[in-house]
C-alpha cells in the first residue's frame, strides 16, 4: 500500500482551486445565456413576485418603444392597457407554473399591436413563486396575414356560394376537398352522403341519374387516369336534365394535386336549342317537317345508291284550295291544312315521311319500295281518303288531291332533281285533270335495261380481262422530278371503246365484281413497278394502287398482298394503297384495323379523295396512314386568289401537324403548280405533267429522267 503524502493544507489548496473553477464556469455560462438573451429577437422580462422588471432585454424594450433603463423597476403593468390588466396572485402563480396566450399590449406612444405571450414562474427549492420569466412575440404580421387568410376564403365561399353552377373539388385521392351548396342540390345528394367527403360514395348517387351511367363512369376514369385533361361535355339525365361538364386539372405551385368539377344547368338552354332546331325543320302551322328537313332525309336516301333499293317522292298540291281559302278565310284555310297533315300520315307506312312545304303544296318519301305499284297504291289511298269531306266549324268541307310521283333509283345525283320530276308530274295530274296521280320518268324500263346490260357486260369483261391499266406520274412538286405512278383502270369495251370508271365502278361495286377487277390491277401494277426496277433512274420509284370499298373489307386482302409481294420479290415500301376517306368512315374501327394489318407489311397508306367524304378531322388520327392525297376538286378552284387556296392551305397544315405527307390531285394549269409550291406542297399529279399513260410510254419517262 502507498500511503497519501499530501497533507490536509494541501487538500484544502485542490478543494479551493476546484471551486474557484467552478464559479468561473458558472460565470461563463451565464454570460453566453445572457449574451443569447441580450441578442434574440423576442422579447424577454423577467418579473418578481410584485410584478416588477427585474430584467428586460433590448428586443423587449424595443418592441414597446422603451430603453431597458427605462423599464427596470417598473409594473409590467406598463405593457398592458388598463382594461386587460389583470395580476395573478403568488397562490395562483404556483398553480399555474407555466402558461401562455394571445394579447393585445401596449406600446410607449400609447399604440396596440398584438403579441404571442408565453410565461415560467420561478420557484425556490420549496416551490414558492419568486417571480416570472415572459417571453414577447409580436405577431402582427402573423394576424395580418391571417386576416388576409380569412378575407380570401370568405370571398371564395362567397364566390362558391353565389354562383349558379354546381362545383366540387377532388383531390388525386378521391377525396373531396370542397364544394358549394348548389353541388348536391343539383345531383339530389342527401347531406351524409356529402359530407363523408367520399367521392366513391358521391358517384354512386349521381350514376343512378344520368341516362347513360357507363359513359358517365368511363368519362370519370379517363379523367383520373390523364390528370393533365381539361375537357368540356354534356350529361344527360334520366329525368330530362340537362347538365353542361367543364372539369380541369388543379394545381399548386404548377404541380396537378387534384380536379375541378364544374356542373351547370342547362336544360332551358337545350330545350330552347331543340325549340329552335325543331322549328327550323318544321311547318309552324301543322308541325310536320319543312322542306329543308324532307330534302336532308331524301339526301341520306339518295346517298345510299344500293343495287335493287328503290324509293319515292310524291308531290301533292291540294285542288282548289286557293278557292277554299278565300270564300272561307284564311283561319278556316289554316284548319284545312292542318287536318290535311292528319290524314296525310294516317295513310303512311311507320318510316314514311310526310312535309308540308308551304302553301297548299306537300310531299311524301316512301322508303325502301318493292316496285312502282308500292307508291301508287299508297297514292291512291291518299286520293280514298280525301274523297270523305273534312268537318271543320259544323261545315263539311270537300277538297281534292293532285299527285306525282318520281321513282328514286340511280339516275339522280341530288334530291332537288327527284323532287323537280315529282312536282313535274304533279303539274302533268293537274293538266290532266286534278284529282289524280302520274309517275315521272316514262323511261325507267329503258334505263333498267341499260343497267342490266351493263352488268351482264361487265360480267364478260372480268372473264375476258378486258381492262387496261394506265399510269400517271406522281411528281416531287420540290425538285419537279418523278417519284411514283397511279395505277388507273380503264374497260376497253369491244362494242364501245374505252369506258372510263365513273361508268362501271358504282355496278362493280355493287355487284362484286370489283374484287376480281381490283385484284387484277394490284398484280399488274406490281408487275409493271418491279420490271420498271431494272431501268436507270428508278431508284425510290413507286406504284400507287386504289382500293375500293370491297376490297378493302375482304378477309384474304393481306394475305392477297403478301403472295403478290412474295411472287414478285417485291418490296413492300415501293408499294402505295389508296383508300378513300368514305370507306374509312363505313365502320372506322373495322378501317382502323385493316389498315394496321396492311401497315405491318411496310406499306405506304393514303388516304384518296379527301375533303370530299363526312368524316371529322378529330378521327384522322385514329387511321395509321401516311399521305393525305387532296381531291382535285379543291385544286381546279384555285384561280390565284387568297379565298381559294386557303381550304388547300387548311388540308396542308393539317397534314403537317399529323406528320403526314400530302399529294394534290388533278394539277391542270402552270398557276395551279406555282401555289401549291408557295402553299409546300411536297407531292402532284394531274393533267399538267401527264395525261395516265400505257406502260411503255410510262417507261420512257423514267429512261430520259423527265422533270417538270
Known sequence: MYRDKRTKQDLLRELEALKSHIISVEEDALRSLTKAVETMQMGVTIADIEGRIVYTNPAEATMHGFTTEELLGKSVSIFAPPELWNPLSARELKELKRWSRESINLRKDGTRFPVFLRSDVVANQDGEPLGVVTTCEDITLRRTSEEQLETSLSLLRATLESTADGILVVDHDRKIVIYNQKFPEMWKIPDHVIASNDSNEVLAYVLSQVKDPEIFLQKVKDLYANPEDETVDLIEFKDGRFLERYTKPQRVAGKSVGRVWCFRDVTDRRQAEERLQHDALHDALTGLPNRALFLDRLGVIVAKRRRYYLFAVLFLDLDRFKVINDSLGHLMGDQLLISVARRLEACLRPGDTVARFGGDEFAVLLDDIKDVSDSTRIAERIQNEFNVPIRLNDQDIFTTVSIGIALGATGFD???????????????????????????????????????????????????????????????????????????????????????????????????????????????????????????????????????????????????????????????????????????????????????????????????????????????????????????????????????????????????????????????????????????????????????????????????????
Open 414 to 708: 341530288t334530291p332537288e332533281e327527284l323532287l323537280r320530276d315529282a312536282d313535274t308530274a304533279m303539274y302533268r295530274a293537274k293538266t290532266l285533270g286534278k284529282a289524280r296521280h302520274e309517275v315521272f320518268d316514262t323511261e325507267m324500263h329503258s334505263r333498267a335495261v341499260a343497267l342490266l346490260k351493263l352488268e351482264n357486260d361487265l360480267r364478260r369483261a372480268v372473264d375476258r380481262q378486258e381492262f387496261d391499266v394506265l399510269y400517271q406520274p406522281i411528281v416531287s412538286l420540290e425538285t419537279g422530278e418523278l417519284s411514283g405512278f397511279e395505277a388507273l383502270v380503264r374497260w376497253n369495251h369491244p362494242d364501245r371503246g374505252l369506258v372510263y370508271p365513273a361508268e362501271f365502278i358504282a355496278m362493280a361495286e355493287e355487284t362484286g365484281l370489283i374484287v376480281p377487277i381490283g385484284r387484277s390491277v394490284l398484280r399488274r401494277a406490281c408487275q409493271q413497278i418491279r420490271e420498271w426496277q431494272s431501268h436507270p433512274n428508278s431508284d425510290g420509284l413507286y406504284m400507287s394502287v386504289n382500293l375500293s370499298v370491297k376490297q378493302f373489307m375482304q378477309k384474304d386482302l393481306v394475305s392477297d398482298i403478301q403472295q403478290i409481294l412474295h411472287e414478285l420479290d417485291l418490296d413492300p415500301s415501293c408499294l402505295r394503297l389508296e383508300i378513300t376517306e368514305s370507306v374509312l368512315m363505313q365502320n372506322a374501327e373495322t378501317a382502323a384495323i385493316m389498315m394496321m394489318r396492311l401497315k405491318a407489311l411496310n406499306l405506304h397508306l393514303y388516304i384518296d379523295d379527301f375533303g370530299t367524304g363526312y368524316s371529322s378531322f378529330s378521327y384522322l388520327h385514329r387511321f395509321p396512314f401516311d399521305t393525305l392525297k387532296i381531291d382535285h376538286s379543291f385544286i381546279s378552284r384555285m384561280d390565284g386568289t387568297d379565298e381559294s387556296s386557303e381550304i388547300v392551305r387548311t388540308m396542308l397544315s393539317l397534314a403537317r401537324n399529323l406528320g403526314k405527307d400530302a399529294i394534290a390531285e388533278g394539277i391542270e394549269t402552270p398557276q395551279q403548280l406555282a401555289i401549291l409550291r408557295e402553299l409546300e406542297c411536297k407531292h402532284g399529279q394531274g393533267y399538267h405533267f401527264s395525261h395516265p399513260l400505257n406502260s411503255d410510254r410510262a417507261g420512257l419517262l423514267i429512261q430520259d429522267g423527265k422533270k417538270w
